[in-house]
């Protein structure tokens, strides 16, 4: 046993995701099991160089349903198999069958979610990580693991949330970093709007009444973007609405055609962008 626990420490000191990969706190990242994006509810974040998700969807998503909340300990244990874990609020220490490890952070409470270090519970059951440092995923793979389809995200996949990354960027790279949210806005907003496609792809590369972004032409749109697009690409999925209900978005000292002003209502501006509902 005490050798499995030194095994544990190892492996969490040395797989936390590396610490130059991240900007900020409470950065977003997308959490999948086995290729599914899981719905977290926009819980799942990077604090202090480790991932964290909200412990039910987490637990429940990799199969682990026997889940307790001690509100005097402070604590979570859960149950799968032969372990039995508690980690404890904000402590580096928990436990396993009752003997103490180390496991980083402990437990993080944020949106009234009670969140858990992924990593350390993903390999102490036995799942492989893979991490994308580009587009912030973490994929959670095991075989003969099989996700509830409640829990899996069926609002866009992760080819929709790549393509919103890329048009961020094209659209708004150099803008602050609330332009881009408000780009991924416009289009998350275009998506659940009647008057256009359903699906972020179909809204990017919409042709209903010509093509209706320049990044499109030009081909920025296959640009690599930069990781402040990727976050805010991640928020503006996760329904942040910086401008509203906009719809439409331009730069008045670049564009080739005004219609939109004549139109549309403005909303607001933000650096080089005026948005229109």
Same mark, same amino acid.
Request: glycine letters at 6%.
């Given at each position: 046993m005490?050798?499995?626990l030194?095994v544990?420490?190892?492996?969490?000191?040395l797989?936390?995701?590396?610490?130059?990969?991240?900007?900020r706190y409470?950065?977003?990242?997308?959490?999948?099991?086995?290729?599914?994006?899981?719905?977290?509810?926009?819980?799942?974040?990077?604090?202090?160089?480790t991932a964290?998700?909200?412990?039910?969807?987490?637990?429940n998503a990799?199969g682990?349903?026997?889940?307790?909340?001690?509100d005097l300990?402070?604590?979570?244990?859960?149950?799968?198999?032969?372990?039995?874990?508690?980690?404890f609020?904000g402590?580096s220490?928990?436990? &396993?069958?009752?003997?103490?490890?180390?496991? !980083?952070?402990?437990? @993080?409470?944020?949106?009234?979610?009670? $969140?858990? %270090?992924?990593?350390?519970?993903a390999?102490?059951?036995?799942?492989?990580?893979e991490?994308?440092?580009v587009?912030?995923?973490?994929?959670l793979?095991?075989?003969?693991?099989t996700v509830?389809?409640?829990l899996?995200?069926?609002a866009?996949?992760?080819?929709?949330?790549t393509?919103?990354?890329?048009?961020?960027?094209?659209?708004?790279?150099?803008?602050p970093f609330?332009?881009?949210?408000?780009?991924?806005s416009?289009?998350m907003?275009?998506?659940?709007?009647?008057?256009?496609?359903?699906?972020?792809?179909?809204?990017?590369?919409d042709?209903?009444?010509?093509v209706?972004?320049?990044?499109?032409?030009?081909?920025?749109?296959?640009?690599?973007?930069?990781l402040?697009?990727? &976050?805010a690409?991640?928020?503006?999925?996760? !329904?942040?609405?910086? @401008?509203?209900?906009?719809?439409?978005? $331009?730069? %008045?000292?670049?564009?080739?055609?005004?219609?939109?002003?004549r139109?549309?209502?403005?909303?607001?501006s933000i650096?080089?962008?005026d948005?229109y509902?």
């Amino acid at each position: 046993m005490k050798r499995l626990l030194f095994v544990l420490i190892i492996f969490t000191l040395l797989f936390n995701f590396p610490a130059s990969a991240y900007v900020r706190y409470d950065a977003p990242y997308t959490l999948l099991v086995n290729s599914n994006i899981i719905k977290t509810e926009g819980n799942s974040i990077v604090y202090d160089t480790t991932a964290y998700a909200p412990v039910r969807f987490f637990l429940n998503a990799i199969g682990i349903y026997d889940i307790h909340w001690d509100d005097l300990h402070r604590s979570v244990t859960f149950t799968c198999e032969d372990k039995t874990v508690t980690l404890f609020e904000g402590n580096s220490l928990g436990l &396993i069958n009752e003997e103490t490890v180390y496991i !980083g952070g402990g437990v @993080v409470l944020r949106n009234e979610r009670i $969140l858990v %270090p992924v990593r350390f519970i993903a390999e102490l059951f036995g799942f492989y990580i893979e991490w994308d440092p580009v587009y912030y995923n973490a994929n959670l793979i095991k075989e003969g693991v099989t996700v509830n389809d409640s829990l899996i995200e069926k609002a866009y996949t992760l080819e929709d949330l790549t393509w919103l990354y890329k048009i961020i960027e094209a659209e708004s790279k150099g803008e602050p970093f609330e332009g881009k949210l408000a780009v991924g806005s416009v289009i998350m907003n275009r998506v659940k709007h009647p008057s256009f496609p359903n699906t972020i792809k179909e809204v990017i590369f919409d042709t209903a009444y010509g093509v209706q972004f320049q990044p499109i032409r030009n081909n920025s749109i296959y640009n690599t973007p930069s990781l402040d697009s990727v &976050i805010a690409g991640k928020l503006a999925a996760n !329904g942040a609405r910086p @401008v509203g209900d906009s719809l439409y978005f $331009l730069n %008045p000292k670049t564009a080739s055609s005004y219609w939109i002003l004549r139109t549309r209502v403005f909303y607001k501006s933000i650096n080089n962008h005026d948005f229109y509902r």
